[in-house]
């Protein structure tokens, strides 16, 4: 048996043992052979807590479970006239196992909400939704703390508020934040290069610590008004805002108590903004869950202080024929997989395995949290709210899924489709008289953009001209599906269009079809999209790899959506374009040098001024640069004199 390391959040002393299954290899799905397998590893399995992987033939994760007793979980596959049409399904494809065994069984549930939010198996409910939350972090590093909009780990030392439903829902709180209590929101290396004050000091947006126009100790006075608020002791805050606008009135100081009065109606914008109240309730998040015609909605509140932060939607995948209680466990152990559970989460109705959910979570945020269920007074008020968001929000998808249904219903029609395309992929390029060349892909399905599978590709083929579109879509297309072909020959991972639509005429239709000779793909429909005489939306003109050219009416629907991919893929190129124009702009054509790091490059540019005079010196001169060794000079020279 192997001893692997153990995942990142646990223990690694702790024991985990891994055991596979020997099932035979094969393509095919075959419930005996699966069986099989399972009955195989069933025999070598304690009778202890931990999690299983399904594996298929190709290795690749069908499914990943928890258990309190390993074989007694793992053997109820073995009965597979017991077992819904969907396990069956996974049964069939089962090739391979693989076991770890963990100290308890809540240890075992922690595990597996990870492992899904890796593997994202097909027979596992998905949270598709799983982007990282935006919080507020009060950064503590410093004498003047930060207050800034976060993402990703928490590292950095200080305070972290949320999570926050939205980058808007942040942003709003994070400008009125700054014209209340003034917080700076500057870099460190922007603050302690100020001699005279920005423009957020002149628009009262920050009390300017960075040239002394405020005290640390009224400056820490800010910060704690800030965590007050944050925290959720607002009142409080509003008192003291309120008595010292009356006395600096009382004292004639009408020019501070204006001030005073700009950040009192800040505050209370804040609080007047929230379309949820839940004041006594703390910390706390609120989750209800709707289902109709075989999709299913889950709406959450996320209270933080007794103030709404936000409210966002979420549509699990793969939950048909899952019990709904299921659902909701599920989604719970993956959303607080990368979000710290609050104290307090209320719910429509108890998820599955309630007690052992909480222990876990417990487990994961160091302190005590619940999962109740409401029944009365201001909580039930709070979480009907929620059942309302999860029904109207169901009714709006299902609503789109229609259009979207027959929007690509259409779309197969007029391209000659087996049937809608459920992954089209959309391809522009970016470029300004040749320089920071890229080509962009973005994604599309029938629920919308998939922006994990967007791709941008940096031109740099030496054979690829500057400025030469056609060029470059032949190195983007050859680049994609070379290694689309080298990483899925059999197109089962679904990394492969049903539609691939080019932002351009004939030439770049030609482009694509030489790659697609090239590399024995005859079987993709692509299609070109040129926009009409003075680049008119709406006077488009397709054109198919057979030589044929249409349009389309201007107020057809199926022509919208198109100009909506096209313009995605457009936004998409010109935006990662920006990004490497301004990644160039701050570069230096010493970084290409090999060896010649920032204090060499800044001896060497104190030494010579330029990079040009750098370029053009002989070796003695530049042996001569302070700083420089004669083999970082040999270096130098001879990277731009290579004939020597």
């Known amino acids: ?41 069933v025999r070598k399995l304690p009778v202890r807590p931990g999690v299983y992987r399904m594996l298929d033939a190709r290795g690749d994760v069908l499914y990943v479970g928890k258990a309190r007793a390993l074989r007694n979980r793992v053997s109820n596959y073995t009965q597979v006239a017991r077992l819904p049409q969907r396990l069956q399904r996974m049964v069939a494809q089962t090739r391979a196992m693989e076991i770890v065994t963990t100290n308890s069984e809540a240890e075992a549930l922690l595990l597996e909400a990870q492992l899904i939010k890796r593997y994202r198996p097909p027979y596992n409910v998905l949270l598709r939704d799983d982007k990282s939350f935006p919080f507020i972090l009060l950064r503590m ?100 805002l309120g008595d010292a606008m009356t006395e600096a009135a009382e004292a004639m100081d009408f020019e501070l108590a204006a001030v005073l009065r700009d950040r009192l109606k800040s505050l209370t914008f804040i609080q007047g903004s929230q379309s949820v109240h839940a004041d006594g309730l703390g910390d706390a998040d609120v989750f209800a869950l709707a289902a109709k015609g075989g999709q299913l909605c889950i709406a959450g509140f996320f209270i933080r202080g007794g103030q709404n932060w936000g409210h966002r939607s979420f549509f699990p995948a793969h ?12 989604f719970l152990m993956q959303f607080y997989e990368g979000v710290p559970p609050p104290k307090l989460i209320l719910v429509d109705r ?45 009714d709006r998808r299902l609503a789109e899924s229609s259009s979207q249904a027959r929007l690509g219903r259409e779309l197969a ?34 629920e919308g953009w998939i922006k994990g599978a967007y791709r941008k590709f940096n031109i740099k083929r030496a054979e690829t001209q500057p400025g030469d579109d056609f060029a470059m879509m032949r190195e983007v297309f050859h680049r994609r599906f070379a290694r689309a072909i080298e990483e899925d020959p059999e197109r089962a991972k679904g990394a492969w269009p049903d539609l691939v639509l080019i932002d351009g005429g004939k030439g770049q239709v030609s482009a694509v079809s030489e790659v697609f000779a090239e590399l024995g793909i005859d079987d993709l429909p692509y299609v070109g999209v040129a926009k009409g005489p003075d680049r008119n939306a709406g006077r488009e003109t397709f054109y198919l790899p057979d030589g044929r050219e249409f349009t389309l009416p201007p107020n057809n629907a199926v022509l919208f959506y198109i100009q909506r991919l096209r313009d995605e893929a457009h936004r998409f190129a010109i935006g990662a374009h920006r990004q490497k ?49 004669a083999g970082v000079a040999q270096a130098v020279y001879d990277f731009y004199n290579p004939r020597g």
Do not use: W
């Open 1 to 41: 048996m192997a001893r692997p390391n153990a995942p990142d959040r646990f223990n690694e002393e702790k024991a985990t043992y891994v055991i596979r299954g020997s099932g035979e290899a094969g393509d095919k799905p075959d419930l005996e052979r699966g069986s099989g397998v399972i009955r195989d590893v």
């Open 141 to 240: 590093d410093h004498n003047f703390p930060r207050v800034q909009k976060h993402r990703g780990a928490r590292r950095a030392k200080g305070r972290y508020y949320g999570p926050f439903a939205s980058a808007g829902s942040v942003n709003r709180t994070l400008n009125a934040l700054q014209k209340t209590f003034l917080l700076r929101s500057c870099t460190d290396s922007f603050f302690a290069n100020r001699s005279r004050p920005c423009l957020l000091y002149q628009i009262r947006r920050c009390s300017a610590p960075c040239v002394g126009r405020i005290s640390k100790e009224d400056y820490a006075r800010l910060v704690g008004d800030a965590q007050d608020f944050l925290e959720g002791r607002s009142t409080a805050v509003q008192k003291r």
């Open 319 to 330: 939950v048909a024929g899952v019990p709904e209680e299921e659902v909701l466990a599920s």
């Open 350 to 394: 108890e998820p599955a395995e309630c007690t052992l959910l909480a222990e876990a979570l417990g487990e994961t945020a160091g302190r005590k949290v619940e999962i109740g269920v409401p029944q009365r007074g201001s909580r039930r008020r709070l979480l009907e709210q929620a059942v309302r968001n999860a029904g109207e929000e169901l």
């Open 413 to 446: 029609d007029l391209f000659d489709l087996e049937g809608p395309p459920q992954r089209i992929e959309i391809y522009d390029n970016s470029h300004i008289q040749g320089t920071n060349a890229l080509g962009a892909m973005v994604v599309a399905g029938p």
């Open 581 to 629: 124009r301004a990644k160039a702009m701050g570069s230096s054509p010493l970084d290409e040098v090999p060896g010649i790091g920032p204090a060499r490059k800044k001896a060497l540019l104190m030494h010579f001024g330029t990079a040009r005079a750098i370029r053009s010196a002989s070796l003695e001169d530049l042996k001569r640069a302070p700083g420089v060794s």
